[in-house]
């Protein structure tokens, strides 16, 4: 399996890999990195959808890109999926599938037709003081101190950043800035997180920092992520006789691990687009189905593909009536990885991210309104009329103020396709949900979705003496509890994740956002969970077509131009010494690719140099 970029590679049809007709594909989990495996294998690897299995718990597919509609509850999204133009994996997948909505159209199409026509932009990124406006919201805030801090960070190693908390590489006047406080809401990053998660996240998407403070890089899908990304790469699935198995929970795996001394592993060191000799298989799979051991064994031709860990495991749905409960018991996604670490050292560490619930927990809600005076205060807010079938929030609104740090969104509405016309859906999170609220003086967790209601109406602005009848009469609420919801984000060192394909593997991989890819590509997107899938099957099944590499912006000097400004809130660059000893470095730039680079990202003061 090999990286690449450019046209070369990314139209070519790679030829059907020798022996693939004689092999079997199956799949733990039926999340976005098994459905995107599968059809990787159908596609790109030429293997017959029917030799397909993927093995799910629950009773639908999708994993963590859900949406749905309870009957009693009402409807429900546990999170919603921030993209942009540079999911290269992604877009490779989806250009495949065609969509449901357009006909002759994919679902790549849509998407791009969608946001061409509708680009999205925020016109109110935070509130304070009950729905007012945050003076110089459109700046980061970052000060000499902040900046310093943050280049150190970006320039450090991955290895001097191992094992280290955001807030010990990162000083309070950062911590204080808006540029933290629009980057841990929309990413969901603590203090404690991960320092070396933050570098990777500062290099993926150093590109967005110009819109970091109106989500002008950002792009929405139509409906809900189930409805427009899962539903379309299902169907295709099924159509090509891929089988999808509901009710079954994978228990462990059994592999054959033959133990190698130094020497050997020293000789198979080899380079990256050379497959070392395989030490390592995966012999069986053990299930439970409809409360009936059960299983399969597993030869030289079966290949296996597990989702380990899971970010949405043991989430509780709540009501209007009813808080969600955190479920601190036994986790069947997190015990399978612990079965499987126990084999061998080289399967990872899951303790290190799934054994710290009060560090990785964090809790949503879905609102749906009833009454119509509430989307008068969306409106308001947001400036935009949220039942035009457009955008409208453009990302989340922070309400800066918040106890909780709470913030929400309105997407494109309808957001479900089966959503009724007066309705709005909004999407409401918090990250401190042990702390009072400011209307509701209690904890976000130990809050029914009508309690919630209420601190979201506070925050919208509305008379507090109207609060409690529209909130219990004039929306439907489902808190969501979601105790490792950001589990991925937990300090780390290599190890911790096992490779998307361990040294010596021979016939199995590990995919999803707890699987480390050779790129420097980061977590917690949907491009991450595609790109594990692919590189998994193109390294098992010698796919002769490369990966697409992560987008090369944090190596464009253009681009790091480009966030200079907007990091020092629109000022330019500072020459040192005097104004004289300044004007003289200009006049030396004056005609070179250097000095035209820096007028052209206004980094420098135009009288000056000229």
Known sequence: MHYSSGNYEAFVRPRKPAGVERKTAWFVGSGLASLAGAAFLIRDGHMAGDRITILEELSLPGGALDGLKEPERGFVIRGGREMESHFECLWDLFRSIPSLEIEDASVLDEFYWLNKSDPNVSLQRATQNQGQDVPDKALLTLDDAAQKDLLRLFFATREEMENKRIDEVLGRSFLDSHFWLYWRTMFAFEEWHSAL????????????????????????????????????????????????????????????????????????????????????????????????????????????????????ENSDNGDHQTPAVLKTGPAPAWDLWRRIAAKDPAFGRPDVFGAHIPQTKWQSATITTLDARIPEYIRRITRRDPFSGKVVSGGIVTVKDSSWLCSWTVNRQPHFKQQPKDQIVVWFYSLFVEKPGDYVKKPMQDCTGEEITQEWLYHLGVPEADIPELAATGAKTVPVMMPYITAFFMPRQAGDRPDVVPHGAANFAFIGQFAETRERDCIFTTEYSVRTAMEAVYTLLDVERGVPEVFNSTYDIRTLLAAVKPLRDGKGLSLPGPSFIQNLLMKKLEGTEIGALLRAYQLVDEDRSS
Do not use: C
């Open 197 to 312: 998660e933050m570098k990777l996240y500062l290099h993926r998407f150093i590109h967005h920092l110009h819109g970091l403070a109106d989500f002008s890089t950002l792009k929405f899908t139509r409906y809900n992520q189930y409805e427009s990304l899962v539903l379309p790469l299902v169907t295709w699935l099924k159509a090509r006789g891929v089988n999808f198995r509901y009710g079954v929970e994978v228990t462990d795996v059994d592999f054959d691990v033959d133990v190698a001394s130094a020497d050997d592993v020293a000789a198979d060191l080899v380079a990256d687009d050379v497959r070392a000799p395989a030490r390592k298989r995966a012999t069986r799979l053990h299930w439970i189905e409809q409360g009936q051991a059960g299983g399969v064994d597993l030869g030289p031709d079966d290949l296996v593909f597990m989702t380990i860990g899971s970010l949405t």
